[in-house]
Each structure stands twice: as C-alpha cells, then as structure tokens.
C-alpha cells in the first residue's frame, strides 16, 4: 500500500454559536472547506442539568445538504417535520439528508437533563450536488451496535463502519454520494493501516488522545487536531501514543460552486433566496416546539 502524504494539520478552535462555545476545524481563515464536507463542528464535552442546558436546539430548517451527528456521550432526542422522534445514544449516528427541506430538533433528552450528564459529539454538514439538492429529505437513525467493527490484529483497534466501506465490510448508512465514515478506537501501543478509495478526499478528526500518523505525523489533542491527506496513496498507518478517538471522513468531491446561509447550502445566491422564501412558506414542513 502506498500512504497517503499530509496535506495540512490545523488546529480546531473554539467559536461561539449563540449560548454555546464548540469546536470548528473548518471552516476556518486556512480552510474554506474540504469538498464534499462544507463543515465540521465538535461540540462538548457539555455538563448538562437543569440550571445549564445551552445545547437545546428548537426546530429549525436545513436544505440542499445533510446534516450529520456523530454522538460520543450522553443523550439526544431527535424530532424533524418528516414524523420522525428518536433517542439518539452514545456511539449512535443520525444521517439527515435535508433535500428540498427538512425542519428538526435535537438536544438533550428530558432525563438526561434531569439526572444531569455530559453530552459531546461532533456535526458534520456533507454537501449534496446539484441534481440532489431538491430531492425528498430523509433520516437514518444507526445505534452504535449496529454498525459492522473491524479489529486490528493486535486487538488494541477498532474501527466502525458507519457509512461506506473497508475491507469488504459496509456501513449501516446509505448515501447519495461515494463517502466514507469511520469511527476509530484505539488503545494505547494499538497500530492498524486503513485504506480509502484514492479519488475520495480524506481527513481525520481528532476527537481524544495522541496518535501517530504515517510513522511521521503527530496528532495531539489540543493541538493539531485536524488533518488533511492529498489524493496520492491508498490509506494512512495509525499508531495511538494513548487511548485515542479518530472520525476518519472521505468523498468524491463534488467540485461545484457552494453558496451558504445560515441552515442553508445551495449552489447560488438565488437559490438560498429560494430557500428562505419557501421555509417563511411553510414550504419545508412543521414542527411545534416541544
């Protein structure tokens, strides 16, 4: 196998949405996007109670991309205007795919509030081409003992197939454009080499610990938690200095013109126009705050 080389390694800074302060690997100043992710969002660790509960997001609207949650500790509940209500757990993933429109609500569940705990995981925002865009919206909802596991041969790494495929083991999620998405565990001393379509753009997130990349290439939490291969090999070598938590991400790019707004990504300014027009419409459904 030849390995990938490092395109780039960039910090993930805090910003603020509103109440709450998350992580934003991209986009940032350095990094616009990379296609076909438009942005990447880790959120928590967040104690949650009752006296602090910022991460209860009312119903909202979204259109021409997919909306995606990883969720790595505590409790979600999901409603969308589709009719679907769900309790996303840990090491679930729920799959949006926004199409013409969707309106949805997460945040903690009402006894995780109660009980009080820590919610984390990370949002991503995966673009849909211009043919797909306007198509029907749907959700997906995969538990985390749903998806298929591969382990290394030195038992210390595992990796979840969530979307995609590897190693003539497939994901749990269907998509509408080639991707992959893996969850990746590994313990301290664990090494294991993954590979990747090479006409798919791929990156790693960093969620937790150290780990060395391609014998050479440190990723340290904190740190330089994001990175960014070139399309010029067939996979990457992990080697975890401690416990360490990887989202590993790649796609075909999609190489189209983006135009964002707020919940909205569309190829023009006229179609966000659209977009905001139809949602004031009621165009994109309903959903009563809970």
């Known amino acids: 196998m030849k390995l990938n080389t490092i395109k780039r390694a960039g910090r993930s800074h805090f910003v603020n949405m509103g109440p709450i302060r998350l992580r934003q690997p991209f986009p940032t100043q350095h990094i616009e996007s990379i296609d076909p992710f438009v942005l990447l969002h880790h959120y928590g660790p967040y104690e949650i109670n009752e006296d602090n509960n910022p991460f209860d997001l009312g119903p909202h609207p979204h259109r021409g991309f997919e909306p995606v949650t990883f969720l790595v500790q505590g409790e979600q509940l999901h409603r969308d205007s589709l009719g679907h209500e769900s309790v996303v757990k840990a090491g679930d993933v729920q799959w949006t795919t926004a199409g013409r429109g ?64 590897l190693d003539n083991f497939y994901g749990k999620i269907g998509t509408q454009t080639p991707v992959n998405a893996f969850m990746i565990d590994a313990k301290a001393g664990g090494r294991h080499t993954i590979n990747f379509d090479s006409k798919q753009q791929g990156m790693l997130y960093l969620l937790s610990g150290k780990v060395t990349i391609n014998a050479t290439e440190i990723l340290e939490l904190d740190k330089n938690q994001l990175l960014e291969f070139n399309q010029d090999g067939d996979g990457f070598s992990i080697e975890a200095e401690t416990d360490s938590k990887i989202l590993f991400l790649s796609g075909e790019p999609i190489n189209e013109t983006v135009a964002t707004y707020g919940p909205y990504v569309m190829n023009s300014q006229t179609e966000l126009l659209e977009a905001m027009r139809d949602y004031q419409m009621g165009k994109m459904g309903f959903l009563p705050a809970n």
Not at 106 to 121: A, F, N, Q, Y
Not at 128 to 154: G, T, W
């Open 102 to 165: 969707i309106i949805h609500a997460e945040g903690p569940t009402k006894d995780l509030v109660k009980r009080g705990g820590t919610i984390e995981g990370i949002q991503l925002w995966l673009n849909l081409p211009a043919e797909k865009k306007m198509m029907e919206a749907n959700y997906q909802h995969a538990k985390h003992e749903e998806f298929n596991v591969i382990i290394s041969e030195d038992k210390k790494v595992e990796t979840r197939i969530i979307a995609g495929s």
